[in-house]
């Protein structure tokens, strides 16, 4: 199956924020750790939440432009359909 730029474009996306969710939760957590073991994990669940909101957005984006897709199908099928019993 051919996919067009959009999903390749939602793809490399998708694969990009997973890669910025575990090397940034990584890194936030060191960078956090001379505060406190304690704020430095809050910190970094706090940026894993706010890091999956944007895989979720993503996420969303790709399923919109399927249903997208799907009902573009749909219409063209009724529009046959409709056509047929109107003649």
Do not use: C, P
């Amino acid at each position: 199956m051919q996919k067009d730029k959009f999903d390749r474009i939602i793809s490399f996306l998708l694969g990009a924020s997973w890669a910025i969710v575990i090397f940034g939760a990584f890194i936030t957590f060191n960078s956090f750790l001379v505060l406190g073991f304690a704020l430095s994990l809050f910190i970094t669940i706090a940026f894993v939440v706010l890091s999956l909101f944007m895989i979720l957005a993503l996420d969303a984006f790709s399923i919109n432009r399927q249903r997208l897709l799907e009902a573009q199908k749909q219409t063209k099928l009724l529009a046959k359909i409709y056509s047929k019993h109107t003649k």
